[in-house]
């Protein structure tokens, strides 16, 4: 059996769900059906949107693996840059004088 591929929803998405669930013109599952969801995932939403409002701060994205590698690539390459600039700088100062 295959997994299916992680889906990220908006946060605009999520907060109309939500609010779909909580207006109750609906059933949650009914809802959860229609938006392509489960309807345990609508609860999470709605638990951190709740747990936002008591600290007043959103909480954060887990940091993905392939952007930290992505990230020490690129600083990677920039030390790289600023090592050969230096040496740049220092030819030229040695040829000026």
């Not at 907060?15 to 207006?23: G, H, I, P, Q």
């Amino acid at each position: 059996m295959e997994r299916k591929e992680y889906k990220r929803y908006s946060r605009e998405f999520k907060l109309e769900a939500v609010r779909l669930a909580t207006l109750g013109e609906k059933p949650k599952a009914q809802i959860a059906r229609e938006l392509g969801i489960r309807v345990n995932q609508l609860r999470n939403w709605r638990l951190e949107f709740e747990e936002e409002e008591r600290t007043g701060a959103p909480k954060r994205a887990p940091v993905q693996e392939e952007d930290v590698a992505k990230l020490k690539r690129e600083n990677a390459r920039l030390r790289e840059e600023n090592e050969l600039l230096k040496k740049a700088a220092i030819y030229f100062a040695r040829g000026s004088t």
